[in-house]
Structures are given as structure tokens and as C-alpha cells.
């Protein structure tokens, strides 16, 4: 007979960044789907949780079509076996060197241009191997946008206004540059666009969203998702009781959640899951202090070392204050996913 | 003939945390001065660097007598010859195995305790090899406060003000302990109330400051230091030209910077040294929004891909943000160090 390990999540040490795993493959799923249906290549963006494994699920394990933010993700991923990447960042005038490199190691490695300069650095750094930065030097690929005005919104019909007004403005510029002879892709993003995509984005080449594979508070009050949804949180612990200030002291402070946030949410830096009456009014580094919205607290339902969870409110910004996630199904802990860090 | 390698700050890719050898050791070496001439015991805080280099710095090469604020932190400094640890922190029920391990294996191993409940955890693990928790199990060894309400002063004589009342607070109490048979240590903390000591904290036991090591721009408000002592900043680069908006991009955004310090500071989220006329205004993960605080901005000043140097607001919540830290001494750079994270 072998003895099964059962290690739940109240075993860990906090506070702790822990991610459902099942949560997480339904959001990438769904996605997936979505695209699918809608008919639109989608470019999953790897900023928010910067790890392999999430990369895989978000990818349906091709390991190709993929958005980075820093070239510390790409040299992650290109070196374990991803391809076709996006690097959605402005071509960085110190960073030229490496991105020749990728570009030289991968099938295919994309970069971002804005400004004439950029093209100049470019022209400096022919390269090898027969390759080109293609047409006397650079090749256009598309176009691509953000769309990060949907985050003003709230509820489906926004953002669904927001996503046609962008869809609408990127496909009149392709336009423009087909009849100057220039044909192109085109690519918009955000999470909450994706998440309640119009039929016009059909006519896109590519979306590239990527909070949605945890989504957060933020999303949630946004309309992109239900809280139910959210595929992350941050366990803590009670350490201490202030009744003189009628307030817990919890073991996470903005070294744990972030800054993010401040004075968005009713409930301050954080959702406190099953708590609607708890605030996390303010932090200092591994210090935060819960006060009741209303009413005096009930210390005998907060014992010190009881556990809290957070939902954060902005997921990519808790995430990266994390060096492990702790991954879980159904309160399980089934292993730890190690994010890259630094750019 | 030797070749010398003199690798200037301009070579590193941004962003990138850099750190000024020869201001930390000015400022380390001046909180060990003022606290030999005041007559105290000096207790580093570790939280704001959490490297092994710079803990030697300001331990003047000892390797202990410091203060930490993780078991993360603890444990990283015990595997590499420190001790006399004190964990400035309510012990945490979730890590009593940890700290009965950590008192195992060093001479001194200081934990807080601040309710009857965590000596009752201290009892259920008593420790081996014939040690104890000392009296009953447990040792009052002192009384420990951090005087951070000095962070909302503005000048010396606020700041002394503040000093002196926790001062004359703490050693009432420690008299009323003596009064009934308990002898113990004192220690109060904070990098205002200790870069600009009252007298009356020579009848301190122990000092136990951190930031000043760095210092940052809050520091620099509050009148611990000038704004010439911050030893780190952060080294970022233009990245793009928006005339529509009158802003500059940076490759800087929360990610490389963090939010702290929102509306604190007339220049936005730090200050842009030498640009006193520029003002950080928002960010987003990788990117932060630069435009003038009046007038147009002269946008030849500004190449893309040129340098420009962020002092942070509050340097312990920007250092987290960095898993390297690029020394320098003079503009040279001359190593790196790298800060353990997690809890």
C-alpha cells in the first residue's frame, strides 16, 4: 500500500502566493476557445505570471505565439524551446545586441518600433547567417495596440465599445498602409477586450491578452470575469490583535500584495475572501492592518495564527513580489512554478 | 602591461538598481560613529538591503548583532556566519519549528513576543541539545519599539521630538518591569529618530536602524539626510517620444520602481536627478510617463535611448523590486549583490 501525501494549503508558510491550477486552465481554456470560435490567432502575453508552466497551459502546450514584456522573458522562454516571439516593447536602443541574438536563434523573434532612430539601430546590427531584419533591412509585421482603455470601463457593453472603437482604428490604418502598397498584420490585447471580444476583431490577425489566465479584483470589477474566476491569492496569517485601534495585524504587507490599488477597491488593497465586512486598510513591508468596515471586531474569530486570503487586486503586481507560486487543486498543493524576474 | 577594465554605469542594460559603494559605507560608518560616540549599541536592520555584502558593511565586519525582518532573511544570514539574530517580528505560529531551529544552531537567536499566546507555542517545541527558551521556558531579554511615527516629521527638532518621547516611554516602562523583578534590554528603532539622536538614548540597550544605509528621498524630506547621502538610484532610459501628450517614456515603470510614495513628492515617483523641471507622473508595469512640471518639453534633450537617473522615494521598496544590485564606486562599476527573497 502507498501512503498518499495529502499536503493542503494551510500547510504553507505564509504569506504565500498560492495558484489554482484548475482555475487556471479553465481561463486559459476558455480563451482559447473563444479565439477560436471568433476566429482570431491568439498571442497569449507571458507578464503576468512569467513561468513555464502557465506558458504551456496558455499555449495548449505548442510552446509558439507568444507576448513578452522584458527581454528577460524572452531569453526564459526562447531557451527552453518556445519560438515565435513577440517582444511588445518599444525596441529598447541597449538592448539591440541581444535582440539581434534571438533573432538569430529563433524561427522567428518580433520586436516593436516606433520612432525612426530605431530603425537606424537596426541598420547597425546586420544580421548573420543569412538572416535580415527584412526589406532593405526591416520587415513590418503589423500593427499593434493595447487597448489599455478598457481598464476605465465597467460592464460588457464598455468594453465591447472600447474593443470595436480600437478594432475599427487599427484595420483603417492597415487599410491605409495596403493602399500605399504596405500589407500588414494587425494585433490588439488587453484582458477585459478579449475576455468580451467583438466580431469585428475577427477581421484582426491577432489578439494579445494575458492577465485573464489569473484575472484579480480588478478584472472582476471591471466586468471581465466573476470573482469566482480569479485563479490566485495570498494566504496570511493573524499576528497580532489591536483592539485599542479595533485592528488585526496580518503577516502580509506590500511586500507580499503590492501597492496596487490604493483606493480602488471598497475593501482597500485587497478582496479578504468569505469577509466582506474586513478592510486591508494599509500596509508597511510585512505588515498590513485589517480594520471592520463597519462595527467593532470580533478578535474570537481571528485567533493569531488563523489564516486569511487575499484576492489581490492586481495580480501581475502581486504576483511579481513573489519568488514561487504555490500551486494547488482543490486545496491541494500539487508544486511550485519558479517566475523569471529582472529584465 | 596589465589591461584595466573600466566598465562605466552607461554599459548596464536598464532598468537597472544601481548602488554607490562609497555613500553606503559613509553612511554605515556614520551610524556606527554617532552610535560609539552616544554610547549605544548599534543593531543593524537588514530589510532594506537584505544582502550578505552590505550586512558586513554595516556589522563593520563582525557578523553580528543585526535585525531582520523574514525568516527568509534570518535563515539566509545564520548560513553564512552571523548571529545574534534578533527577528523583530511577532513570532509567527506558522514558523515556531523555524525559529526553535534557528535558536538551536546560534548562539542568539531573538524572537518578539507580544501576547500570552505565542508563549504558549514557545512551550509545545522545547528546544534541544539542553537549551530553553529561558525562566519558565522563556526569557524577557527586552523591549522593543520602532518609533515609526518619526516618518511623519519634517526637521530635526520634529524628529528629536519624537525621539525623545519614545525614549522617555520605553524607559518608564523598562523602570516599571524593574520595579516588579524583570531586568531587561531596550531597543528603539527608526533611521530619523537614529541619524539625529537625543541624548537620552545612551540609556538605550540598542538601536536598531536600517534605511539609512541607503537613505532615499522620503529620508532626504524628513531631514534625516541630504539628498546627496542616497547611495542607490535607478537607471532608466528614454524609450519614447510623445509630443501629443508632452511626455517622455522610460523603461521604468512599477515593476522597476515600485508605487510607493504616490503623491508624496512634487516629482512624481522619485526624483529625476539633474531634471528638477521633470516629474514622474504615472507607470505602468514596464513603462513609466515623464513630462515636464511646466512649460514644453525640449525634446532634443532627451534622445531615445538616453540615460536618466531616478532617486527612489523609498529605497527598501524599490530594492525589492531588483534580484541584482549593480555596485559602483565613483561611476565604476565594481560588483554585484544579490538579495535573498521570500519569506
Redo the contacts between chains.
Keep these: 500500500l502507498a501512503s498518499i501525501r495529502w499536503i493542503p494549503l494551510s500547510s504553507?508558510?505564509?504569506?504565500?502566493f498560492v495558484v489554482d491550477v484548475d482555475k487556471v486552465k479553465r481561463n486559459a481554456q476558455r480563451m482559447i476557445e473563444r479565439c477560436q470560435k471568433l476566429g482570431v490567432q491568439l498571442r497569449p502575453h507571458m507578464?503576468t505570471h512569467k513561468t513555464l508552466e502557465c506558458a504551456d497551459i496558455m499555449t495548449g502546450g505548442s510552446r509558439r505565439c507568444i507576448v513578452v514584456?522584458?527581454?528577460a522573458e524572452a531569453c526564459f522562454y526562447a531557451d527552453r524551446g518556445y519560438d515565435d516571439i513577440l517582444y511588445a516593447?518599444?525596441?529598447?536602443?541597449?538592448?539591440v545586441e541581444?535582440c539581434a541574438a534571438l533573432s538569430e536563434k529563433l524561427e522567428l523573434f518580433q520586436i516593436l518600433l516606433?520612432?525612426p532612430?530605431?530603425l537606424e539601430?537596426l541598420r547597425k546590427r546586420p544580421l548573420r547567417d543569412g538572416r535580415q531584419w527584412h526589406t532593405e533591412g526591416v520587415e513590418l509585421r503589423g500593427v499593434y495596440a493595447h487597448c489599455?482603455n478598457t481598464y476605465y470601463c465597467t460592464g460588457v457593453e464598455q468594453i465591447q465599445a472600447v474593443a470595436q472603437e480600437t478594432t475599427k482604428l487599427i484595420l483603417q490604418f492597415v487599410e491605409k498602409l495596403k493602399a500605399v502598397g504596405i500589407t500588414c498584420k494587425s494585433s490588439i490585447g488587453s484582458t477585459p477586450s478579449c475576455s468580451h471580444p467583438v466580431k469585428d476583431m475577427a477581421q484582426l490577425s491577432e489578439v494579445h491578452p494575458g492577465n485573464y489566465v489569473f484575472y484579480d479584483a480588478q478584472q472582476s470589477m471591471i466586468g471581465s470575469c466573476c470573482l469566482e474566476d480569479v485563479a490566485v491569492r495570498v494566504l496570511t496569517?493573524v499576528?497580532?490583535?489591536c483592539p485599542h485601534r479595533n485592528q488585526l495585524?496580518i503577516?502580509c504587507g506590500?511586500?507580499?500584495i503590492?501597492?496596487?490599488g490604493?483606493g480602488k477597491l471598497p475593501t482597500g488593497y485587497a478582496v479578504i475572501e468569505g469577509h466582506p465586512n474586513l478592510k486591508l486598510l494599509s500596509m508597511?513591508?510585512?505588515h498590513g492592518r485589517v480594520e471592520p468596515i463597519s462595527g467593532e471586531l470580533d478578535y474570537s474569530k481571528y485567533?493569531?495564527?488563523s489564516l486569511l486570503t487575499l484576492i489581490p487586486y492586481h495580480s501581475?503586481?502581486t504576483a511579481?513580489?513573489?519568488?514561487?507560486y504555490h500551486v494547488h487543486s482543490e486545496g491541494r498543493l500539487v508544486g511550485k512554478w519558479t517566475p523569471t524576474?529582472?529584465?
Design positions: 504553507l508558510c505564509t504569506p504565500a507578464k514584456s522584458t527581454l516593447y518599444s525596441l529598447p536602443f541597449d538592448k541581444q516606433d520612432h532612430d530605431a539601430q489599455g496569517r499576528i497580532g490583535h495585524l503577516d506590500w511586500a507580499g503590492s501597492l496596487d490604493a508597511t513591508q510585512e485567533p493569531l495564527g501581475c503586481a511579481v513580489m513573489h519568488p514561487v524576474r529582472g529584465w
